[in-house]
């Protein structure tokens, strides 16, 4: 089939619905993020703020301004990237192992990642909730931290090893011909080359961290603990049966932002590190 016009135009106007599908949310909620909050409440159905609608910027210095809000992003900072240092440690030296050594089980531990990456994350949260109540773990960092590793492992454990396979044995073989021990081999030399993996699980891990909801707002009681998701859903007006639309559309936004910055800054890495390990040469 040739490069014929109705095909690009066919494919033009398919690219043009998507990023409509795609982004019309997005600029909705910025919109709102825009309007003020007596033109919601008395019906603002335009997509552009009616006259004497507009809030400025009134709206983001507000959901700035809120304590509770600057709190949640710092616990949202803090686990994410704890989580992510962690999960990203411990999937490259399980991914190596796998890729690389031979033992019994290796199958059945590769079932069981897949299996606890496939399970639905509102079905723990009630044995978690007992659980970490017990022991302590309710409403701390560690409480967030641990369930976001357990999600996250399976999956960046499953990229990882992808990688390991296809570098070249002998490549680390000739490091230990130089000198190196097993670990610096693995350390100088095959790290290196996974480092497209490695950062894909490593984005992987943080925005599912960064993103979560059902075990920031049931394994939190106060704000010592929850992260942005779970204290948007905390915000309330003067009058608790009319929420804020257009402060919480302002603190989704400014949420959203560190998750844009991200994807724009690291786009190129995040593409090459999902597709480098698909095909085999």
């Not at 709190?71 to 240092?85: D, E, Q, V």
């Not at 590769?110 to 949260?125: G, H, N, Q, R």
């Not at 894909?200 to 992260?227: H, K, M, Y």
């Not at 989704?252 to 085999?280: D, E, H, M, N, Y």
């Given at each position: 089939?040739?490069?014929?016009?109705?095909?690009?135009?066919?494919?033009?106007?398919?690219?043009?619905?998507?990023?409509?599908?795609?982004?019309?949310?997005?600029?909705?909620?910025?919109?709102l993020s825009f309007k003020s909050q007596?033109?919601?409440?008395?019906?603002?159905?335009?997509?552009?703020?009616?006259?004497?609608?507009?809030?400025?910027?009134?709206?983001?210095?507000?959901?700035?301004?809120?304590?509770?809000?600057?709190?949640?992003?710092?616990?949202?900072?803090?686990?994410?990237?704890?989580?992510?240092?962690?999960?990203?440690?411990?999937?490259?030296?399980?991914?190596?192992?796998?890729?690389?050594?031979?033992?019994?089980?290796?199958?059945?531990?590769?079932?069981?990642?897949?299996?606890?990456?496939?399970?639905?994350?509102?079905?723990?949260?009630?044995?978690?909730?007992?659980?970490?109540?017990?022991?302590?773990?309710?409403?701390?960092?560690?409480?967030?931290?641990?369930?976001?590793?357990?999600?996250?492992?399976?999956?960046?454990?499953?990229?990882?090893?992808?990688?390991?396979?296809?570098?070249?044995?002998?490549?680390?073989?000739?490091?230990?011909?130089?000198?190196?021990?097993?670990?610096?081999?693995?350390?100088?030399?095959?790290?290196?080359?996974?480092?497209?993996?490695?950062?894909?699980?490593?984005?992987?891990?943080?925005?599912?961290?960064?993103?979560?909801?059902?075990?920031?707002?049931?394994?939190?009681?106060?704000?010592?603990?929850?992260?942005?998701?779970?204290?948007?859903?905390?915000?309330?007006?003067?009058?608790?049966?009319?929420?804020?639309?257009?402060?919480?559309?302002?603190?989704?936004?400014?949420?959203?932002?560190?998750?844009?910055?991200?994807?724009?800054?690291?786009?190129?890495?995040?593409?090459?590190?999902?597709?480098?390990?698909?095909?085999?040469?």
């Amino acid at each position: 089939m040739g490069n014929t016009p109705l095909r690009k135009v066919g494919i033009a106007l398919g690219a043009a619905l998507i990023l409509i599908w795609c982004l019309l949310p997005v600029a909705w909620i910025i919109s709102l993020s825009f309007k003020s909050q007596e033109s919601i409440t008395n019906g603002s159905p335009g997509f552009f703020p009616s006259e004497g609608g507009f809030a400025g910027w009134d709206n983001y210095v507000a959901a700035w301004d809120n304590e509770q809000f600057r709190r949640a992003i710092f616990n949202s900072i803090g686990i994410s990237l704890i989580a992510t240092l962690l999960s990203v440690i411990v999937a490259t030296l399980a991914a190596y192992a796998i890729a690389r050594l031979e033992f019994r089980g290796k199958k059945l531990v590769l079932s069981t990642a897949l299996a606890i990456a496939m399970f639905p994350v509102v079905s723990l949260v009630g044995p978690l909730f007992d659980m970490w109540r017990a022991i302590g773990l309710y409403d701390t960092w560690p409480g967030l931290i641990i369930p976001y590793m357990s999600f996250t492992l399976p999956l960046a454990i499953w990229t990882l090893a992808a990688f390991f396979r296809e570098i070249p044995w002998e490549m680390e073989q000739a490091a230990q011909v130089d000198g190196a021990t097993s670990w610096q081999a693995f350390r100088k030399v095959i790290v290196p080359l996974a480092a497209p993996g490695v950062f894909t699980a490593a984005i992987l891990t943080f925005f599912f961290a960064w993103n979560d909801f059902v075990f920031g707002i049931s394994l939190t009681s106060t704000e010592a603990a929850r992260p942005i998701p779970a204290s948007l859903s905390f915000f309330v007006g003067s009058d608790p049966f009319n929420r804020p639309a257009s402060l919480l559309a302002a603190g989704a936004v400014i949420a959203t932002l560190p998750i844009i910055v991200i994807v724009l800054a690291f786009q190129r890495k995040i593409v090459a590190g999902l597709t480098s390990g698909a095909v085999k040469g």
